[in-house]
């Protein structure tokens, strides 16, 4: 679905009303929707304005995460939410960041939309991982990894592990470590990680 598509039907918009708003004929909106015509690049502006969805959305081709993304600032201007604080939160993304400001807003709905997104993301990521060749050497480790967070996900083993694993493997920085306990736990793995000559 494209984006123009999925964003008209978002705001309950009907095809003549964009139409008449933009002062062209429907049939002009029904081609840009079916992919019959590029949306002409002087109308992306005045769509973003229109909506206050960025106009990069509006040609392509939308993804799950993108639209949670237009979902998420479809929210905003319907609930008009106030950031009551910001949590630091640990999360691994494309610029590097370990740890990372997250806004907690007054409205759950825009909470919840974050959480789905974040989701979305991790996800996506996972799944890039898996597809990076096509025979992978490593597919019953992932399918072992998949069998762990559905059966033990809430498990501390199972996060000190991983999190043990991540510093050893120096994914993550030495700095990020959320308690003794964990590091002494990392203490004992590396040993038996270096005993077996990992």
């Not at 049939?27 to 206050?52: A, D, H, R, S, T």
Request: aromatic share 10%; glycine share 2%.
């Amino acid at each position: 679905m494209n984006g123009l598509e999925y964003i008209l039907h978002l705001f309950n918009m009907q095809h003549i009303e964009l139409a008449d708003q933009l002062g062209i004929k429907k049939q002009n909106i029904n081609m840009w929707i079916k992919g019959k015509q590029n949306i002409p690049k002087k109308y992306l502006p005045v769509l973003e304005e229109l909506f206050n969805i960025p106009a990069s959305y509006f040609p392509k081709e939308l993804t799950d995460l993108d639209k949670l993304e237009i979902q998420k600032e479809k929210l905003k201007q319907d609930l008009q939410p106030v950031v009551e604080r910001h949590e630091t939160k640990f999360t691994l993304n494309e610029e590097n960041e370990y740890l990372v400001d997250v806004p907690i807003y007054d409205k759950e709905e825009m909470n919840a939309i974050e959480r789905s997104i974040e989701k979305a993301k991790l996800v996506a990521r996972f799944k890039a991982a898996i597809e990076i060749v096509d025979d992978h050497p490593y597919m019953d480790t992932y399918a072992l990894i998949v069998e762990l967070l559905e059966k033990a996900q809430h498990e501390a083993i199972l996060k000190r592990t991983i999190e043990a694993l991540g510093h050893y493997l120096e994914v993550l920085p030495a700095e990020i470590d959320s308690d003794e306990s964990q590091s002494e736990f990392e203490s004992e793995l590396f040993e038996v990680l270096d005993d077996y000559n990992y």
